[in-house]
C-alpha cells in the first residue's frame, strides 16, 4: 500500500491553468478507473471534486477536470481564482487487498 | 441533507483501546460503503479502513491491520472502528466518509467533521 505521488507544491497566477499529477502503479491507477481529487481548506473536512477519473459531482465548478493516462493522472484546475488556493488529494482504489484505498501525499496549490 | 457525525475520539493511553462511532442520515445507509479516513496534525490524508454495504468486503491500511475492526449497524445507521493497541502514530483526526458506490471503490463523496484521537502517556 505505497502512497500515489504527487507533488508537494504547485502555483499559479489568476486566470491561468495549473495541472496537478498524481502517479502510481498499475495495481491502483493504472489499473482502475476510480481516481477521485479532493480539496482541503485549512480546518475543514476534504471535498470531493474529481470521482473516477474525470466525473464532477453535482455543484463542482466545470473549471475542475481530470484525466488520466497509463499510472498517471492529473487534476487541471483552469480559470485559477484565490479560492482554489487549498491542499489537494488524489486517491484510487488499489488491489492490494480487499476494498482497499490509497492516497497521494497531497499538494499544496498557491494562488500567486 | 447528508450527515455523518463522529464520536468517540479523546486522549488514551499508549496500548489502550477506543472506539469509534459515526452516526449517519439523509441517505439510505445500507446501500453504500463507509470508510474511516485518518488526518495526523499537518499531515496528508491516509485511508484506515473500509466496509461495504453488507459488511461482505472489509479492507484495512497495513498500518492498522491486527488492530483495528470497523463494522457497521445498519439498522442503527452507524459506523464504527475499534482501535486496539493504539500507538502514538495513531494520533490523528479521524474522519468518516461516506462511499460514492456500495462495493466500495474510493470516491467519498460526504465527510464528516472528525473526531481526534490523541495517544500519549
Known amino acids: 500500500q505505497s502512497a500515489l505521488t504527487q507533488p508537494a507544491s504547485v502555483s499559479g497566477s489568476p486566470g491561468q491553468s495549473i495541472t496537478i499529477s498524481c502517479t502510481g502503479t498499475?495495481?491502483?491507477?493504472?489499473?482502475?478507473?476510480?481516481v477521485s481529487w479532493y480539496q482541503q481548506h485549512p480546518g475543514k473536512a476534504p471535498k470531493l471534486m474529481i470521482y473516477?477519473?474525470?466525473n464532477r459531482p453535482s455543484g463542482v465548478s466545470n473549471r475542475f477536470s481530470g484525466s488520466k493516462s497509463g499510472n498517471t493522472a492529473s487534476l487541471t484546475i483552469s480559470g485559477l481564482q484565490a479560492e482554489d488556493e487549498a491542499d489537494y488529494y488524489c486517491?484510487?482504489?488499489?488491489?492490494?487487498?480487499?476494498?482497499?484505498?490509497?492516497f497521494g501525499g497531497g499538494t499544496k496549490l498557491t494562488v500567486l | 441533507e447528508v450527515q455523518l457525525v463522529e464520536s468517540g475520539g479523546g486522549l488514551v493511553q499508549p496500548g489502550r483501546s477506543l472506539r469509534l462511532s459515526c452516526a449517519a442520515s439523509?441517505?439510505?445507509?445500507?446501500?453504500?460503503?463507509m470508510h474511516w479516513v485518518r488526518q495526523a496534525p499537518g499531515k496528508g490524508l491516509e485511508w484506515v479502513s473500509g466496509?461495504?454495504?453488507?459488511?461482505?468486503?472489509?479492507g484495512y491500511a497495513d498500518s492498522v491491520k491486527g488492530r483495528f475492526t470497523i463494522s457497521r449497524d445498519n439498522a442503527k445507521n452507524s459506523l464504527y472502528l475499534q482501535m486496539n493497541s493504539l500507538r502514538a502514530e495513531d494520533t490523528a483526526l479521524y474522519y468518516c466518509?461516506?462511499?460514492?458506490?456500495?462495493?466500495?471503490?474510493?470516491?467519498?463523496?460526504?465527510w464528516g467533521q472528525g473526531t481526534l484521537v490523541t495517544v500519549s502517556s
Open positions: 466518509a461516506k462511499d460514492n458506490y456500495g462495493s466500495g471503490r474510493g470516491d467519498f463523496d460526504y
Open positions: 439523509g441517505f439510505t445507509f445500507d446501500d453504500y460503503a
Open positions: 466496509i461495504s454495504w453488507n459488511s461482505g468486503s472489509i
Open positions: 498499475s495495481s491502483d491507477v493504472g489499473g482502475y478507473n476510480y
Open positions: 473516477d477519473v474525470s
Open positions: 486517491s484510487s482504489y488499489t488491489s492490494s487487498s480487499t476494498l482497499c484505498v490509497v
